[in-house]
């Protein structure tokens, strides 16, 4: 079992920045690819982006990328998620998730977070 707690989420008006992390407990977490996906109101849950367990490679959402930057620290067991340029579409719960392959499908994640929400306001 992998345990993944957020923080980092709160109010911010368009154009500003936000820094959430997940920090993970359990399994080892070095061995795990792990990413971000999001779900505004009333939408699918949507891939964000992602970090392979070297933090070698990085894969991101064309919505999102050249704004957000994925990282991670194994030492601290702990990934992160830096938001700049942010716009009130990105607006939305933003969860934590751990995956064993690089299929990030939704359906394919293996453990979850319970979400930290980010709101951008105009």
């Known amino acids: 079992q992998v345990q993944l707690v957020e923080s980092g989420g709160g109010l911010v008006q368009a154009g500003g920045s936000l820094r959430l992390s997940c920090a993970a407990s359990?399994?080892?977490?070095?061995?795990?690819?792990m990413g971000w996906f999001r779900q505004a109101p009333g939408k699918d849950r949507e891939f964000v982006a992602a970090?392979?367990?070297?933090?070698?490679?990085?894969y991101y959402a064309h919505s999102v990328k050249g704004r957000f930057t994925i990282s991670r620290e194994n030492v601290k067991n702990t990934m992160y998620l830096q938001m700049n340029s942010l716009k009130p579409e990105d607006t939305a719960v933003y969860y934590c998730?751990?995956?064993?392959?690089?299929?990030?499908?939704?359906?394919?994640?293996?453990?979850w977070g319970q979400g930290t929400q980010v709101t951008v306001s105009s």
């Open positions: 970090i392979s367990w070297s933090g070698v490679s990085t």
């Open positions: 998730a751990v995956n064993s392959d690089w299929n990030w499908s939704i359906h394919e994640v293996d453990y």
């Open positions: 359990g399994r080892t977490f070095s061995t795990y690819g």
